[in-house]
């Protein structure tokens, strides 16, 4: 059983957006701006997409970003392409006792 | 070319011990966290230790806390994760990755796959 709690599947249509929620506790994402979201297409090696609840590295196209309320951290994926279909993983810092916490991870399909 | 190359990965025995190495080229390995994950066939990602640029500061989830090692030699810009005791839930692919802040890891390996298995 994962810490963050994520939507197992999400989907949108080309060119839509959708977004994925993340939801943690005060002990994680509420208590901390460390906040990460994670791209993973099958067989392949993770891309860090946002860090930081917000920042986008270089090369992100920024019709990815990222937010926080309380809780539960967002990821938005504006104007929907097929590349964006994968499996996304939200992470947060969870204090020095736990120190990395991830969610189950969201299998989007873009229809 | 920012690069990380795990090696070590293969089938033990449960109770067995393996080694695994990451060596990093491309960037300086000295000024970054190291860090390692894994993901289960079919699973979810998991993060399974950490370690600060001089190896003084490691980091684990309670699941390998006393199993797992993590250790690192900058002399040779490698980062090593030793496993003792290994159950069968240890089977995955296991991930070096470079620690960007706290939670976040902005380069990876192609990981290296540990199965355990009688």
């Known amino acids: 059983q994962s810490a963050l709690t994520q939507p197992p599947s999400a989907s949108g249509s080309p060119g839509q957006s959708v977004t994925i929620s993340c939801t943690g506790s005060?002990?994680?994402?509420?208590?901390?701006?460390?906040v990460s979201w994670y791209q993973q297409h099958p067989g392949k090696v993770p891309r860090l997409m946002i860090h930081e609840v917000t920042k986008r590295p270089s090369g992100v196209p920024d019709r990815f970003s990222g937010s926080k309320s309380g809780n539960t951290a967002s990821l938005t994926i504006s104007g929907l392409r097929a590349e964006d279909e994968a499996d996304y993983y939200c992470?947060?810092?969870?204090?020095?006792?736990?120190?990395?916490?991830f969610g189950g991870g969201t299998k989007l399909t873009v229809l | 070319e920012v690069q990380l190359v795990e090696s070590g990965g293969g089938l033990v025995q449960p109770g067995g011990s393996l080694r695994l190495s990451c060596a990093a080229s491309?960037?300086?390995?000295?000024?970054?966290?190291m860090q390692w994950f894994r993901q289960a066939p079919g699973k979810g990602l998991v993060w399974v230790s950490l370690i600060s640029t001089d190896g003084s500061t490691t980091h684990y989830p309670e699941s390998v806390k006393g199993r797992f090692t993590i250790s690192r030699d900058n002399a040779r810009n490698t980062v090593f994760l030793q496993m003792n005791s290994l159950r069968v839930e240890d089977t995955a692919v296991y991930f070096c990755a470079r620690n960007l802040f706290y939670d976040s890891a902005d380069v990876w390996g192609q990981g290296t796959t540990v199965t355990v298995s009688s």
């Open positions: 005060s002990s994680d994402v509420g208590a901390y701006n460390y």
């Open positions: 992470s947060s810092f969870g204090g020095h006792n736990n120190f990395v916490v």
């Open positions: 491309g960037f300086t390995f000295t000024s970054h966290w």
